[in-house]
């Protein structure tokens, strides 16, 4: 049972252009909802999160949307950076799930010059 | 301040052999979560742990898999009588709390990557 999707397997974005991740879910239970980044032969890192209560949050180029009535959320990166080339996982976590995570499938961003 | 570590890096196990992974969280933390990587998919809950205790298992196969964080020493995954279907990269992370791991997320060590041949 998936319950975060992430239907996009990769996304290619020219340099200096806006990145859009998106992210579906199906428990309206969760109550967090983090995107993390990872490179090849390392462990995910945090990027940012998002609680139910609110639609937005921004920090830097990282901004995360959350529609709780679409039950959607997207991650846009602005300028997209060589650097941010790099899989982005979003992930969903309950109330009462004691900090255990719901992650999707992973979108793979490749950021050409 | 060193982060999450995981040992080995790379596991090469035949069918049959017994795979254990080690992790140890970061200075402080007291929470432990265990993590597997299927190729080509997302990151699947296995186990939470904390010291001398686990928490949830729901995640964890009924059969051939264990997990513990002792009082002394790293978290142990262990898995008996390796099949194929068991290679994965397998991810340990820490929190200081549940709490903050929602809204901070974890901090993730760089996985062991189990190949059963």
């Known amino acids: 049972d998936q319950q975060v999707k992430q239907n996009s397997p990769s996304l290619s974005v020219q340099e200096g252009r806006i990145s859009i991740l998106n992210c579906d879910y199906t428990?309206?239970?969760?109550?967090?909802f983090l995107w993390y980044k990872k490179y090849p032969a390392e462990g995910p890192t945090f990027l940012i999160s998002?609680?139910?209560?609110?639609d937005k949050n921004e920090d830097g180029r990282f901004t995360v949307f959350l529609n709780k009535s679409a039950k959607h959320l997207s991650l846009h990166i602005v300028p997209s950076q060589p650097g941010d080339s790099a899989v982005y996982f979003c992930?969903?976590?309950?109330?009462?799930?004691?900090?255990?995570?719901?992650f999707g499938a992973g979108t793979q961003v490749v950021v050409t010059p | 301040n060193a982060g999450v570590m995981q040992n080995p890096r790379h596991l090469v196990r035949r069918r049959g052999q017994e795979a254990r992974l080690r992790c140890s969280p970061m200075?402080?933390?007291?929470?432990v979560y265990w993590y597997r990587q299927l190729p080509e998919e997302g990151l699947k809950f296995m186990v939470y742990?904390?010291?001398?205790?686990?928490?949830?298992e729901s995640g964890m196969p009924k059969e051939r898999f264990s997990a513990e964080f002792p009082k002394e020493g790293p978290s142990i995954l262990r898995i008996q009588q390796v099949v194929r279907g068991d290679s994965a990269a397998y991810f340990c992370?820490?929190?200081?709390?549940?709490?903050?791991?929602?809204?901070?997320?974890?901090?993730f060590g760089s996985g062991t990557r189990l190949t059963v041949v």
């Open positions: 998002i609680s139910s209560i609110k």
């Open positions: 742990l904390q010291k001398e205790n686990i928490i949830d």
């Open positions: 992370a820490s929190s200081p709390w549940p709490g903050t791991a929602s809204r901070e997320g974890y901090t």
């Open positions: 428990n309206s239970m969760f109550d967090y």
């Open positions: 992930a969903a976590s309950a109330e009462d799930s004691w900090g255990k995570f719901q």
């Open positions: 200075k402080g933390h007291s929470h």
